[in-house]
């Protein structure tokens, strides 16, 4: 099992995991409902979804608490406890790990806009990401993963928070789109900003999940390197998503994802995993790749 320290200072590659809302859905969650909700409901099918990816090559497996934040848990109209929900989730990523990888927290945005251009103040933000984040940490979590983030302000105060309670590691990555002027996010973030705030700002690992495609993340990629002072994670969706009478089509194919991560390695990122759907055969495919090539000469022990 990796350690703490290698994912704060990664000497290979680490394999994180792919995308475990879209690939609930494909097994039966319906759309809108929260993917959480099978923590509670559908048990079996978060272990087995964690353990695939285990048996693929995933070094770093997360929890299904993504949404589990009392904002937008409550406007989505689900009642179970929140306590009880992050609960069942680490018991479920931790007996699939079974000591063979490192469980992280997924957590997202609230789901609400922040003061001054939102209604949620600042006040109310902080408590719902303390009380998230203090639930994850009396599981027994060490390392936070705060993802999809599209508002810089709402990262940095999520990062506040999360170093306020604690953790071994904390990281934070941000979801962009093309744009005329280069990838933004949706609050018009550049990548070479959040790379530089985040660092400074004492995040242990900056990065983009989810987006818009390889095209976009092989930009937002680079200027992450160029600018992030700490280890850059890269987890990109498998390409945009058509949607069709089943619901979304992920367009790019376990191959050319595992060739993708490949490529991302090579340039440098040593934290690669995936989002909207990858799924286990993504992941086993990017391992394939990572140990097919040899970078600077040198086989990759993966
Ligand atoms: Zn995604």
């Known amino acids: 099992m990796i350690s703490i320290h290698n994912l704060k200072d990664p ?4 394999l994180f995991d792919g995308g475990f809302g879209a690939a609930l859905q494909h097994r039966g969650l319906t ?19 964690h353990a695939e990816f285990v048996a693929a090559g995933s070094a770093i497996i997360e929890s299904n608490t993504f949404g589990a934040n009392s904002c937008r848990w409550h406007a989505s109209g ?7 929900v992050i609960h069942e ?4 990523a931790a007996s699939a790990a079974d000591a063979k990888a490192v469980v992280a927290a997924s957590t997202g945005p609230l789901g609400d806009v922040l003061e001054p251009y939102g209604e949620l103040s ?14 994850l940490k009396s599981e027994g979590i060490r390392v936070l993963l705060i993802e999809t983030m599209m508002s810089l302000d709402e990262a940095l105060l999520a990062l506040e ?10 990281g934070v990555t941000m979801t962009f789109e093309p744009g005329p002027h280069g990838p933004r996010t949706a609050f018009g973030v550049a990548p070479a900003e959040a790379a530089r705030r985040l660092s400074e700002a004492g995040a ?21 390197l160029e600018h992030a002072g ?3 994670l890269i987890q990109p969706n498998a390409g945009i998503p058509v949607v069709g009478a089943d619901g979304p089509m992920y367009p790019e194919t376990p191959e050319s994802f595992g060739e993708f991560l490949q490529e991302l390695y090579e340039t440098g990122v040593r934290l690669l995993g995936g989002c909207c759907g990858s799924g286990p055969e993504h992941i086993a495919c990017a391992k394939a790749a990572l140990r097919r090539h040899s970078v600077g000469g040198h086989r990759i022990n993966i």
């Open 78 to 84: 689900e009642r179970a406890p929140l306590g009880l």
């Open 11 to 14: 000497s290979g590659p680490i």
């Open 161 to 170: 928070t999360a170093k306020e309670v604690g953790f071994d590691a904390v």
């Open 230 to 232: 700490v280890p850059v």
């Open 31 to 49: 759309s809108g409902t929260p993917p959480e909700t099978w923590n509670i409901a559908r048990p079996e099918e978060v272990r087995k979804l």
């Open 122 to 135: 600042r006040e109310q933000g902080k408590h719902a990401f303390r009380e998230q984040y203090s639930m």
């Open 89 to 92: 989730a680490c018991r479920l």
């Open 204 to 224: 242990n690992i900056v990065g983009s999940n989810c987006g818009s495609g390889f095209d976009t993340m092989r930009i937002v990629a680079a200027e992450f």
